[in-house]
């Protein structure tokens, strides 16, 4: 079975920082696609970072310049760096691998930034 596990989420202060990680097991992790994803309360889930199989990556433009999605295929992990926090980053970030039809998501970490 898949699994996708997700850590490093918190509480840290505006202007903080934060890095999350997934690893990944039981997937052939150097051929997926790879993402964050996050989910404010009251809000739909939207991606903030993705990262190719040839790490060519993209950002929604909301965390453009605070945020560098990572991976090493050594370690099946895909990161998450996360500088100059905003109150309005505050969401459960969730990691998704996705290679043609299949599509893995893991359980979601808590980040919280206050203000």
């Known amino acids: 079975q898949v699994q996708l596990v997700e850590s490093g989420g918190g509480l840290v202060q505006a202007g903080g920082s934060l890095t999350l990680s997934c690893a990944a097991s039981r997937i052939q992790f150097s051929i997926y696609g790879m993402a964050w994803h996050r989910q404010a309360p009251g809000k739909q889930r939207e991606r903030v970072a993705r990262?190719?199989?040839?790490?060519?990556?993209n950002y929604a433009d909301s965390v453009k310049g605070r945020f560098t999605i990572s991976r090493d295929n050594a370690k099946n992990t895909v990161y998450l760096q996360m500088n100059s926090l905003k109150p309005e980053d505050t969401a459960v970030y969730y990691c998704?691998?996705?290679?043609?039809?299949?599509?893995?998501w893991g359980q979601g970490t808590q980040v919280t930034v206050s203000s």
């Open positions: 998704n691998a996705r290679w043609y039809n299949d599509d893995y």
């Open positions: 990262i190719t199989s040839s790490s060519t990556t």
